[in-house]
């Protein structure tokens, strides 16, 4: 749909063209053969610990493959369901609110919750809850979709107000990141995100007054904070004071514009994540990741490659494409993540002993192959989807 950083006919041969081609297709159909009536995207149909959940993160990032690829409708309903979601959530937030006004800290287990049943409840068993950053990217991409399909954002307005006055009262809280670990700590690429939904809904002219300054004065309150500590070697860090790494942070470039595409930083944080998490194009979560022996991410390829071809580098971020598709299954699903090089492999086997296989297909993972082909021009024709 978009493909503003194609591909020339030179980079590659037909038969690779048609290869990423048809798995587009394929990434298209298992994203929709799995989204739930009501439409929420279950993180992975199977896993036994993602079964019947959806989270906002994830379903995020999946709906705007979907809406690249030029599925309006299945993306739609997503966002409908994310809404209405939220909107149910009025009352709880209004209480969360009240406490905070009051001077008082809500205690975690009143939080918002980190993933959703498809009936958009809480689930019943224990889980790492506590995480803003899927409501900040929510807000990112249904504003993005809303822009490239030419709609207004009346249609999501209840939920889109309740995921703006949760963010804005509790943006600076420690909580879980993208991983759901060290919750002790306040990560940048949660703070990115919630920066990247702000901005996108107050640019979009989406907020009444009050809300509008609010969300202004948390956008420069985390521009400020990020600035001041959580940026070392000139990099952006894991979380507030560290110097770690985590791939995760590559969103803070693009698509959240935490830091500009121009800024040094911007540069820095790329070249971090790829000197010390890229091996042969897959790219693994940070260098301490022990979860399933600590494999290589297809969505955080997908997401470094993103950011390369925005900076015009489309060889490399082909390469990264290129990458991911080799993972494919022979049906066509893409994993979590892969084995083929882990970082602590003597973890693997504890991981495999509690859930079992990894997730396949992570319908994450289908969605970033697709913003990443749509970014270099290769999705197929709209007549041979």
Sequence with gaps: MSSPHPVTALDLSADDRARFADLAVTSHRVITR???????????????????????RDGAFTAEGVSRYGDAGSAGRFHDWAARTLARRRGQVDGLLAVAREGGTPARSDMLPTRFTFAGEDGTDEWWDFQTDGYGTWLWAVVTFARRHGQGLDRWRGGIEVAVDYLTAFWSAPCYDWWEEHAEHRHVSTLAAIHGGL?????????????ADAAASVLAEIRSLVHAQGVAGGHLTKWLGSTA????????VVPFGLVSEHDPVAAGTLR????????????????DDVFYGGGQWLLLSALLGWNLAVRGETGAALGHLRWIADQATEAGELPEQVPGHLLHPEHRQEWLDRWGPVATPLLWSHGMYLVLADELGLLPEEDAR
């Design 272 to 287: 971090a994540v790829a000197d010390q998490l890229d091996t042969g194009g897959g790219v693994h979560r940070f260098r």
């Design 199 to 211: 901005r996108a809904v107050l640019g979009a002219d989406g907020l009444d007054p009050v809300r």
């Design 34 to 56: 799995h989204q739930d009536p009501g439409g929420a995207y279950p993180a992975s149909p199977d896993f036994s610990a993602y079964a019947g959940y959806s989270w906002l």
């Design 245 to 252: 790494v985590d791939a995760s942070l590559a969103s803070a």
